[in-house]
């Protein structure tokens, strides 16, 4: 999805907003138990280049990406990670139950499979209330062999919710590939049993992930019900700053090669949209927005002890 130039070099800037902030975190001793989605930035930003303001996405652990190209402010997003008060949820939530509603991010859930049904209930209430805006929820293959999405996917067909159902499969749960986990082949035909569209695209192409994710949503914004999106992508590290990698330097290499921000920035060069000159100021555009961040953070205090149990249900 290149429409305009402002488009995609919003697209291709938050990309890089990504992985430059995902790298910075990394970098520090104190970043904490993370899970990062380095490789896997084409699936987040192009499918909030299809969301408006008044939809909701709620996502599983693996949530900095999809916060940070929903909208929500670097600054707060570090702070968060970093357990500081002046965080999203100040400092409580961390990665895993990161959340910022008035940025549509309704937020993340820790538990593999735990955020489908609570999506399904954020749209039942968005259909009851008679709101507009669609819902979203994003998980991974691993989530995709859950009886909750079985669940999940037959209440949003019954009651024709407003769920856009989205699996980033990056192909592995953890060290297991797909393959040696789940029958589904792709994992987007599980869709067809509830009647609802769905599709698989290549998740490490941004443009055409923004443009399959917009035929998706105006299906159910338009009221017809839910639809299902499955973006295969590639992982570039492993499965979390604590996990040891099991692929070879061969296959990471050839992993890696895939890169969907240096292919999008190529598109856009090869087509006019982009030049060395606007590439290069984007990329300090994003480093001081990052260092801004770090420097947020640090400059933040940590969470009062007397807070330790507030909060809490």
Not at 111 to 118: A, C, D, T
């Amino acid at each position: 999805m290149m429409a305009t130039a402002h488009d995609a070099h919003a697209m291709l800037r938050s990309m890089m907003l990504i992985r430059a902030f995902e790298i910075a975190l990394g970098a520090r001793p104190d970043h904490g138990f993370q899970l990062l989605s380095t490789g896997e930035e084409a699936v987040a930003v192009g499918l909030c280049a299809a969301l408006e303001p008044n939809d909701h996405m709620l996502t599983g652990g693996r949530s900095v990406g999809l916060a940070l190209a929903r909208g929500v402010d670097p600054k707060r997003v570090m702070a968060e990670l970093l357990g500081k008060a002046s965080g999203t949820n100040r400092g409580k939530g961390g990665r895993g139950h990161l959340s910022d509603p008035s940025t549509g991010f309704f937020g993340a859930h820790a538990v593999v499979g735990g955020n489908l049904s609570i999506a399904a209930g954020v749209a039942l209430a968005q259909q009851l209330s008679g709101l507009p805006g669609v819902v979203v929820i994003v998980f991974g293959d691993g989530a995709s062999g859950a009886g909750a999405l079985h669940e999940s996917l037959n209440v949003a067909a019954l009651w024709r919710l407003p769920l856009l159902f989205v699996c980033n499969n990056n192909q592995l749960s953890v060290s297991t590939p797909s393959t040696a986990a789940l029958a589904l082949n792709p994992i987007s035909s599980l869709a067809a049993a509830y009647g609802m569209p769905h599709s698989t695209i290549d998740g490490m192409d941004v443009g055409g992930v923004a443009a399959a994710a917009t035929v998706a949503a105006a299906h159910v914004r338009s009221g017809a019900g839910p639809a299902f999106l499955e973006c295969v992508s590639f992982r570039f590290a492993s499965h979390s700053t604590s996990a040891r990698e099991i692929r070879s330097p061969e296959e990471l290499q050839s992993v890696r090669a895939r890169c969907p921000i240096a292919r999008y920035a190529g598109q856009l060069m090869a087509t006019g949209l982009l030049d060395v000159e606007a590439h290069a100021a984007m990329d300090i555009e994003v480093s001081k927005s990052v260092t801004a961040a770090l420097t947020f953070a640090d400059a933040s205090d940590y969470p009062e002890v007397g807070e330790a149990l507030t909060d809490v249900y």
